[in-house]
């Protein structure tokens, strides 16, 4: 049984390596980054539909369930938009401590869907992030651009994972991805149509280590992940599997330092900032859960 439990926990951190690993990708790319994610959602929801056939799951939903999942996919396709652009814009250390910021703007969304109360210690903490934020874009004028397609990014992650998070109650996780795959893969195929960019021969045309990569991409850092994920999720609480995925952006900004260690040294102030945000977020998903338990044990 402990075995088990360490095979688990291993695989979380797995994960959690590959989230900051799609990072490094992301600058490993060079294809633009409306592109890169149609290339994502495409490959990553054919191979959720291999996986569906293989293991015979009925993926059979309601057109307000259809609708609904479309628009998560879509946002989860802006969400990947603006993570990337963000890399383009600045580099994976700004990318990564912007987007850690979705505790944050949690905060303050959860309790519109959740319909609740604004929670005093989500507002201070919510300041304390701000404080980073503030540190790091004063030290990275330069990088303003990545900043806030940074924070764009985090934005919608936060909210594809609350409204994901009302989905989850009622249908299978790698049913609603398949959909908001395919819902995002149509969405950006419309939005490319009406643009000037067209599906002409050089949409299709990249260099075999862009090939290589986004596939690595679409199946190990996405339609992998997403169904590993929910597997480990049923044998370690969602307080630990949050609370390690907040290890994402240290994970990333420090094989960033190893891997692009030209483009990705920050100032002093940067790092101060970033390591702001992070113990803030990390305090958060604590302070969350013993206010839970607490809870339980008095009800």
């Not at 690993?21 to 959602?41: D, H, K, Q």
Request: hydrophobic share 55%; with cysteine.
């Amino acid at each position: 049984m402990p075995n088990a439990k360490l095979k688990h926990y291993l695989q979380l951190h797995l994960l959690v390596f590959i989230a900051g690993f799609t990072a490094i990708l992301g600058e490993l790319i060079t294809i633009g980054s409306l592109e890169l994610v149609w290339y994502r959602m495409a490959i990553a929801g054919v191979l959720m539909f291999i996986y569906i056939k293989i293991i015979k799951l009925n993926i059979k939903i309601t057109t307000k369930a259809f609708l609904q999942f479309s628009a998560a996919g879509i946002i989860i396709a802006l969400h990947w938009i603006t993570f990337f652009e963000a890399i383009n814009q600045a580099n994976i250390s700004i990318a990564l401590a912007m987007f850690s910021s979705g505790a944050f703007f949690a905060s303050f969304i959860e309790p519109i869907f959740f319909k609740r109360r604004l929670l005093a210690y989500e507002i201070m903490f919510g300041l304390i992030v701000i404080l980073g934020v503030f540190l790091i874009t004063s030290s990275e004028m330069g990088y303003i651009n990545g900043i806030i397609l940074g924070l764009s990014s985090a934005l919608f992650s936060t909210l594809f994972a609350v409204i994901n998070g009302r989905f989850i109650e009622r249908y299978s996780a790698t049913v609603i991805s398949f959909y908001e795959f395919i819902s995002g893969v149509v969405f950006l195929t419309i939005f490319i149509l009406a643009t000037e960019k067209k599906f002409n021969a050089e949409f299709f045309t990249m260099s075999n280590s862009d090939w290589v990569y986004i596939f690595v991409l679409a199946s190990v850092c996405t339609a992998y992940a997403f169904i590993v994920a929910v597997k480990v999720m049923r044998y370690i609480s969602p307080f630990t599997v949050i609370l390690s995925y907040n290890l994402e952006p240290i994970y990333g900004i420090a094989l960033a330092l190893v891997l692009f260690p030209e483009t990705e040294k920050m100032s002093s102030q940067f790092y101060i900032g970033a390591i702001l945000i992070l113990l803030t977020v990390l305090f958060d998903a604590i302070f969350k859960n013993y206010k839970r338990r607490k809870t339980k044990q008095s009800a």
